[in-house]
């Protein structure tokens, strides 16, 4: 698989699950995930993982091995069930179709799990159910989760369309509730229900969760580790392209939402199985170094050779990328010298390799200060790395006719002549641009990288870009069925812009960009004070926790808005004890970890190998069903590219702990152990959300 995060536009749908999406969006997910969960229902009982607690994040190469290995049969079985049912799973398409503007990908779903979320299995009995009472009708189940928990946990919504499918047909139903009435009669047992489905207005069909059964869950979950409720996906390469800054340039809070959304979906996609490589793209090469390295030859009496460049720093290469703009726009003769050293630097010459060697140096540590900081794994490849590529790229498009000549450049038509501009592979005066070295990229990650998934993470304006990228790759013929039978998926995943208090694009005084390092800095200072008011702790201690909670409250801030949409950075906000915040959700795990201190037992987890979960309570039960639909909230991630997903599920948590708590006397009650495992069981759920986010959990505060 391939991500890749550099700016964009949003291809997957904004909305999904029981209580977002519309009846369409609900049977879109169904089909896409229950095509697979069909065939996998057999086999839960042998797959489930073993004991042994599996770490909170990693690539999990034990487990992949063996769902791989047990996926080989099953994929079979889904392409004669494909062919024998294409409203379930549509056969791959052309390679010259481009399914939607920024992405590309064959149908079908991605998650293919061994433990099957709540709704999965509900999704899976209702399946059999609609087979059975009417077999002719072809038509996936839609199982969403109720808005009022009185009326059930889930609710089946396909009477109404099926009503109008067979409407006029011999034999059928007088209304939706009997076609209702007809599915529920047909529904096979299942251990999960509580009491027999009921109906409700003309047609609803609502169910209600076993409460034994989901204590027994969540007591497997403690036993056997989080990992074991970890979606499985059906693509596992993985090649995540995100941050993207530009050398001998500070990152801004431009570089923010890049960074930070693309490190979710990595984890998160880590999380479900996926060998993921973390590319960052950087801008490393092109006519701007020209002018930065003339400047430096300039600026000091030993040229580029003086000992002084090796110790330059991204502030001073910052000033002097700014000083040499300047010139190069002035000084007709400076530009002259600027665009030869360009040349010197495409041929290779020793001299000016190292400066722009040591100018790429200097900017990699200054980025990977802030990466330190927010926690973010990258490996930098550049557009330089791609340059010696160029070349032969376009030499084999122009050979293979899907490039041509016009007007002096190269270029791939990607639409009709008349409806759009061409990609241009090859400037008139002989340069190459952007859009050479991003199909060098995708036929190397598709080729070389063996990529299953490509997906490119960027602001919003770059959705024209990529769209035309992905069209001409697929010109190309770059992207070719996969071993699997599937194709490729690629995606741009856009994002909005960060806003002021004013509503304006955040900037300094002066109308630059802030520095992203100034942001992190203030929310580490005023965490220190937040800490301070509450704690006598050691300096070490105080900067430590103050660097977390910061950098926490920044990174959630962002996260838990609709990637496509603006937001307004209020740093005072970010950092309230109350409401949406890291600072409240950090707060509520903590409360979970006195808890436990309280009742003086080590290990709470290790009660699950000889005590139940008894969920008897209202609370327990409400609490007890959302920890329990924590593979939903990682489903829903998944399928849309979209890590508000799991903020939305932390949030909503932390406040179905709360009710809990209020009501719920833990330590000293004689529900004393069954409360305690509900307690880590969601303090299991909070820090593997708090792992997918980026986050690092406080366990006093």
């Known amino acids: 698989m391939f ?29 896409r995930l229950g095509t697979l969960l069909s065939s996998q229902s057999a086999d839960t009982a042998s797959s489930q993982p073993s004991k042994a607690q599996p770490k909170a994040s990693g690539t999990h190469q034990d487990t992949m091995a063996a769902s791989k290995a047990a996926a080989k049969p099953k994929e079979k079985q889904l392409r004669q069930k494909a062919a024998a049912a294409p409203t379930t799973m549509k056969a791959a398409p052309p390679k010259d179709t481009v399914l939607l503007p920024a992405r590309l990908q064959a149908d ?21 159910a609609l087979e059975t009472a009417y077999p002719s009708a072809n038509i996936e189940p839609v199982v969403a989760q109720t808005n009022e928990p009185k009326f059930g946990d889930y ?45 409700a207005g003309p047609g609803f069909i609502n169910t209600k969760i076993s409460s034994r059964w989901l204590g027994t869950r969540i007591q497997n979950m403690l036993r056997n580790g989080i990992c074991s409720w970890a979606p499985r996906l059906n693509r596992t390469r993985v090649v995540i392209d995100f941050s993207s800054p530009n050398v001998a340039k500070e990152m801004h809070v431009g570089h923010l939402r890049s960074t930070i959304i693309g490190d979710t979906l990595a984890r998160t996609l880590e999380f479900c199985g996926a060998d993921v490589l973390r590319l960052n793209h950087v801008g490393d090469w092109g006519t701007q170094f020209g002018m930065l390295i003339q400047f430096l030859a300039e600026a000091g009496p030993g040229g580029l050779t003086d000992p002084a460049i090796a110790d330059l720093e991204l502030p001073q290469l910052q000033g002097m990328y700014k000083a040499s703009k300047k010139r190069f726009d002035e000084d007709a003769e400076f530009k002259e010298r600027a665009r030869k050293a360009v040349t010197m630097l495409q041929r290779g010459d020793a001299e000016v390799i190292t400066a722009w060697e040591r100018i790429c140096e200097a900017s990699r540590k200054g980025y990977q200060a802030v990466y330190a900081r927010l926690g973010v794994r990258l490996k930098e490849r550049g557009e330089s790395f791609y340059n010696p590529m160029l070349p032969g790229l376009v030499q084999m498009l122009m050979e293979q006719g899907v490039a041509e000549e016009s007007e002096g450049a190269k270029v ?22 952007y859009a050479t070295t991003d199909m060098a990229a995708i036929r190397h990650r598709l080729q070389d ?79 220190k004070g937040t800490i301070s008011e509450r704690r006598q702790i050691s300096e070490e201690e105080l900067d430590k926790s103050s660097g977390i909670m910061g950098y926490a409250a920044v990174k959630y801030a962002d996260l838990k808005n609709n990637r496509t949409t603006n937001y307004k950075f209020m740093l005072d906000d970010m950092l309230s004890l109350q409401g949406n915040t890291a600072v409240y959700l950090l707060y509520a795990h903590a409360r979970i970890a006195a808890i436990g201190r309280k009742a003086g037992i080590e290990n709470i987890a290790s009660l699950a190998d000889d005590h139940s979960i008894e969920v008897d309570h209202e609370k327990e039960r409400a609490l007890a069903m959302h920890v329990v639909r924590f593979p ?42 069954s409360r305690l495992l509900l307690c880590e069981a969601t303090a299991v759920v909070m820090r593997q959300c708090f792992d997918l986010l980026g986050m690092t959990p406080m366990y006093q505060i």
């Not at 536009?9 to 169904?30: D, E, K, M, N, Y």
């Not at 209304?175 to 529904?187: D, F, G, K, S």
């Open 3 to 31: 991500v890749s995060f550099i700016g964009g536009r949003s291809v997957c749908c904004p909305h999904f699950g029981a209580r977002r999406g519309s009846l369409q969006q609900q049977l879109q997910f169904c089909r």
């Open 412 to 433: 791939i038509f990607v639409k009709d002549k008349e409806k759009g501009p061409p990609l241009i592979v090859q400037k008139s005066d002989g340069g190459f641009g």
């Open 155 to 199: 609710q089946c919504n396909n009477a109404m369309a099926l009503f109008g499918q067979l409407k006029g047909k011999p034999d059928a139903p007088k209304n939706p509730r009997a076609v209702a009435e007809a599915i529920v009669a047909a529904l096979p047992s299942a251990e999960y229900l509580a009491d027999p489905p009921t109906l």
């Open 632 to 673: 939903e909230a990682v489903e829903a991630a998944v399928e849309e590219l979209m890590p508000n997903r799991i903020t939305d599920y932390l949030y909503d948590l932390s406040e179905k702990f709360n009710g809990f708590y209020t009501e719920c006397h833990v330590v000293g009650d004689k529900q004393q152990t």
């Open 449 to 527: 990288e063996k990529g299953e998934w490509l997906i490119y993470v960027t602001d919003m304006g770059q959705a024209p870009h990529f769209e035309a990228i992905f069209a001409g790759a697929q010109k190309a013929g770059f992207i070719k069925p996969l071993p699997s039978g599937r194709m490729p998926r690629l995606d741009h995943i856009g994002f909005g812009v960060v806003l002021g208090e004013d509503g304006k694009r955040i900037a300094t005084r002066s109308g630059e960009s802030v520095r992203l390092v100034e942001l992190l800095d203030e929310a580490k200072l005023k965490c």
């Open 108 to 128: 079908g779903a991605e998650l293919a799990q061994s433990v099957p979320s709540l709704r999965a299995e509900l999704t899976e009995v209702f399946r059999q």
